[in-house]
């Protein structure tokens, strides 16, 4: 069922991709994309004051649930949420094919304070940003080919719930490049929540006991490097739209 995996991790030598560039993994300010949407993607204000993000299905992969944020509330016309349920193995192959080949989308929270720790005390959301996944880079292919595997050993017979995680990636991109976030005269080291999307595989067994005691309950993380995106940065806009060109519509040729 599942396809051969690779036999080897890829080298640093293959992890261009489909656009020639070494791009593993984006972050955006989300207030940054919505003000200068990427190519693909186009924002329109609604009359309740909401705004309405339109783009192309079966170009991405977005999972992104509705977020109210200082500005009103914003919402992915097409996606499911953080979660996608598959209910049949043809099902699950086509969504694993749809992950190791297009751009994966997914909302995250940069906090202030501490998320770890015993204390139950509650994190203030400082930023949304964007992560943007290159599924079909071959180290993200394989990362998340390598996970699916060894999560999910049989989609035939039982449930299962799988988190596909980028926190690690995201924490070791602020400890690298010493990122910060501005509060008023405060310079803060986000700590991040919401960093996953989840895929359920649902058999719809009344007596799927492993699932309900939460041993198919699992997850894996998604490694690479970091890119940061802002409107600010020319080039960097120019490089993101390039990118997402690419994918959007790999004839187009940016001039």
């Known amino acids: 069922m599942h396809p051969q995996q690779p036999a080897r991790r890829p080298a640093k ?12 993994l984006a972050a955006i300010a989300l207030e940054d994309f919505l003000k200068e949407p990427p190519f693909g993607f186009t924002v329109e204000k609604r009359g309740s004051g909401y705004r309405f993000v339109k783009y192309d299905p079966e170009s991405c992969c977005v999972f992104i649930d509705d977020v109210q944020t200082a ?17 049949s193995p043809g099902e699950y192959t086509q969504l694993r094919k749809r992950l190791t080949s297009k751009l994966i989308f997914l909302l995250v929270s940069a906090c202030g304070g501490s998320a770890g720790g015993t204390t139950k005390r509650k994190v203030k959301v400082l930023k949304h940003y964007i992560v943007v996944i290159n599924g079909n880079n071959p180290f993200i292919k ?3 080919e390598q996970g699916l595997d060894h999560t999910i050993s049989s989609v035939a017979g039982e449930s299962y ?7 690690a990636a995201l924490k070791r991109w602020v400890e690298q ?20 999307f989840a895929i359920k595989y649902s058999v719809g067994a009344l007596f799927d006991f492993p699932f309900w005691l939460g041993f198919s309950k699992r997850s894996f993380s998604i490694g690479g490097k970091v890119s940061y995106f802002s409107i600010l940065d020319k080039q960097k806009v120019f490089e993101m739209q390039e990118l997402f060109s690419s994918f959007f519509c790999p004839s187009l040729k940016m001039t």
């Not at 030598?13 to 593993?24: E, L, V």
């Not at 500005?71 to 209910?87: E, Y």
């Not at 509060?183 to 080291?189: A, F, P």
Request: aromatic letters at 10%; glycine letters at 8%.
């Open 161 to 167: 719930r799988v988190k596909v995680d980028v926190k």
């Open 142 to 144: 394989w990362d998340l």
């Open 177 to 196: 490049e010493h990122f910060v976030i501005s509060v008023g005269n405060e310079k803060v080291t986000p700590v991040w929540q919401n960093t996953s």
């Open 71 to 87: 500005k009103g509330k914003v919402i992915f016309q097409h996606s499911p949420g953080r979660s996608v349920k598959v209910r």
């Open 13 to 24: 030598s293959d992890m261009r991709g489909a656009t020639g560039k070494p791009f593993y």
